[in-house]
């Protein structure tokens, strides 16, 4: 149980494109998902939290109107970078807890984004 | 002080030694912490919770020193495929399910 799944897992774009990523929890509801940045050699940074039917929290530093989150369903959650820019090329996870509070997050297998 | 930090490694290491990792939180208030695995260009895996002193599963024991606010992860008999980042998590806040990951420490284990 607990299979995060991410869409695309790959994408190159021109720079200047909007790219959505998609993260599916595949066996559970998930009311809280979470979205995270990794820049090489780095560790993972928050992004922000996408609640299911209300507005994402974004971390401090995070624009929100670059970065929409939508989490219209209890197994869906989007990210799109609109505009995309070479720096925000990134490997962009997601992740999702099996119930409310819980502290044990379950992360999908990432995207890959490339803006030329 | 960064709110987790992290042996920054890397280490390399023959097949069959014992290798421990440290990672030191800022928060006092923290009650659990993780250790996740993650492998190239992989997203990170659950290895190990702690929520009190200590826990161990097989190879792998990991312990908590509230006192000091540090924990370990020590892996006994290391194997060629534990060979990957290891990242200490710590919650910002009790219950509110965000989580701070440390800078990561490399492992490679060495035929």
């Known amino acids: 149980g607990a299979v995060v799944s991410q869409h695309p897992s790959r994408v190159i774009c021109k720079s200047g494109t909007s790219v959505k990523i998609e993260c599916r929890s595949l066996?559970?509801?998930?009311?809280?998902m979470f979205w995270y940045r990794q820049f090489p050699k780095q560790s993972l940074m928050l992004m922000a939290t996408?609640?299911?039917?209300?507005?994402?929290?974004?971390e401090q530093g995070v624009e929100k109107d670059k970065f929409l989150i939508n989490h219209a369903s209890l197994t869906l959650s989007t990210l799109t970078v609109t505009s995309a820019h070479p720096e925000d090329s990134s490997f962009y996870i997601c992740s999702a807890t099996l119930r409310q509070g819980a502290d044990t997050q379950y992360f999908g297998p990432g995207t890959r984004l490339t803006v030329l | 002080r960064k709110e987790v930090e992290q042996d920054p490694g890397p280490f390399n290491v023959p097949e069959g030694a014992t290798v421990a990792f440290n990672c030191t939180y800022s928060n006092s208030a923290s009650q659990s912490f993780f250790w996740y695995r993650q492998d190239c260009r992989k997203e990170p895996k659950l290895l190990m919770s702690v929520y009190s002193s200590g826990n161990e599963d097989g190879r792998f024991t990991a312990q908590l020193n509230r006192a000091s606010q540090y924990i370990s992860l020590l892996i006994r008999d290391s194997k060629l495929s534990d060979s990957a980042t290891y990242l200490c998590v710590a919650p910002i806040i009790q219950g509110a399910q965000k989580l701070v990951f440390g800078q990561g420490t490399r492992l490679t284990i060495n035929p």
């Open positions: 996408s609640n299911e039917g209300s507005k994402a929290t974004y």
């Open positions: 066996d559970f509801q998930a009311t809280t």
